[in-house]
């Protein structure tokens, strides 16, 4: 089989993973890797698949209809997997609008470029949105995040990305357009921007900077190896049913502070340092806005229909991440110099 697929997103973190995962797994694709390289796109993270032959990339923004258009026109896509987007809560609260633009409009900009570039003659493609759990809101001690489960977005990031799932669902209830949706928990792993609790984290344990926790610490979130989102996009992107949703996670909850106190253990370990160095970084301070008290995915759909099921555990998968930022430490020297410095002073220093 033969396909040409645009992956927007794809020097972000998850992006680049499912990039390299579609160009080393099917060399008869054409895998093309639209992207605007906003501080999150980073082409060092496919240094090593960007001279394949079935590898290109397209320096585009989604919200620019004539270059997605001409990105269309030449190479003439069977199907998008869309990952492009403004990807962090805090910074969706910091700017709002940014995410309207990129989330929503992005979204919308892709979706008609699709819809008239293929005519709607809709046999063999696919509009793949690739979504989050933030969409179905805050769970309270128990249950799980369902298919079916109501939408109910509390940050702005949350309200975009369940924004763009609507039209999503309205192009194929409207014109039929071909999508799938899946819905996926918190990622972790190689190449994540140190901004996000993890890497961040990880970072700051490097630089024996404070380790900032929000509120009391017991939020709960269901972290999943961004290796295994990568196989479950594949799994869904082949074999998941046209207008269906599919829910991704790790059946891996952890509450924030245990989750740090691992960190700081395995840390400490890897580093040399005594027990215990790393945990007194810890630092209680002020809550996120609109924080959601827990999240956790039911994904037994998945794992039924499509026969996915997560391959490492958190503890394999957070010591392989961190041996990962102890090994790449020019990469992180990169991405955490210029504008992230001005980020991590906005952010953290009213605290
Ligand atoms: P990321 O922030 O690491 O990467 C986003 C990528 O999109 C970057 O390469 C960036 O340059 C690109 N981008 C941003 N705006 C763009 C624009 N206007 N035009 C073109 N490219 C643009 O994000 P991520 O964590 O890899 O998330 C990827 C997708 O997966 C997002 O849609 C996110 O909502 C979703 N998701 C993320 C997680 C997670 O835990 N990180 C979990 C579930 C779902
Ligand atoms: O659930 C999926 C979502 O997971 C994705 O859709 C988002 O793109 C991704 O960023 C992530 O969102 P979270 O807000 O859950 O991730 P973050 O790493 O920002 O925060 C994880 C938890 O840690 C959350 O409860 C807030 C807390 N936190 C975060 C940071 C950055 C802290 O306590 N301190 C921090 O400095």
Not at 150 to 173: G, I, T
Request: hydrophobic residues 35%.
């Amino acid at each position: 089989m033969s396909k040409t697929i645009i992956i927007t997103g794809g020097a972000g973190f998850i992006g680049s993973h499912v990039v390299r995962l579609f160009v080393t797994k099917y060399p008869g694709y054409k895998i093309i890797n639209l992207d605007a390289l906003t501080y999150a796109g980073n082409l060092e993270n496919l240094r090593d698949i960007e001279d394949s032959p079935n590898y290109y990339f397209e320096k585009a923004d989604i919200l620019d209809k004539d270059a997605i258009e001409r990105t269309f026109q030449l190479h003439q896509p069977d199907a998008v997997i869309h990952l492009a987007a403004e990807s962090h809560v805090d910074r969706s609260i910091l700017s709002p609008l940014d995410f309207v633009y990129t989330n929503v409009i992005g979204t919308v900009n892709l979706l008609n470029t699709a819809k008239h570039f293929w005519k709607d003659d809709y046999s063999g493609k696919r509009f793949y949105h690739v979504s989050t759990d933030e969409v179905y809101g805050a769970l309270g001690e128990t249950g799980f995040f369902t298919e079916e489960t109501k939408y109910d977005p509390h940050s702005p990031y949350s309200a975009s990305k369940a924004s763009s799932d609507h039209f999503v669902r309205a192009y194929y209830d409207t014109y039929g357009l071909p999508v799938v949706v899946s819905n996926c928990s918190n990622n972790y792993g190689p190449n994540h921007f140190p901004e996000k609790l993890i890497p961040l984290f990880i970072n700051n344990v490097i630089h024996k900077k404070p380790l900032p926790v929000y509120g009391d610490g017991l939020y709960t979130r269901d972290w999943l190896f961004v290796k295994d989102h990568a196989t479950a996009i594949d799994l869904v992107f082949h074999n998941g049913k046209t207008g269906d949703t599919y829910n991704i996670g790790g059946f891996n909850e952890w509450r924030n502070i245990d989750l740090v106190k691992l960190l700081c253990k395995l840390m400490d370990e890897k580093l040399g340092n005594n027990a215990g160095t790393s945990d007194s970084l810890i630092t209680y301070v002020k809550d996120r806005p609109g924080h959601d008290r827990r999240y956790a995915i039911d994904a037994s759909k998945i794992n039924k229909e499509l026969g996915w099921k997560p391959s490492v555990t958190f503890e394999e998968g957070l010591s392989q991440t961190i041996d990962w930022y102890l090994a790449n430490t020019e990469w992180l020297k990169h991405v955490t110099s210029g504008a992230y410095q001005h980020y991590y002073e906005e952010q953290y220093h009213k605290r």
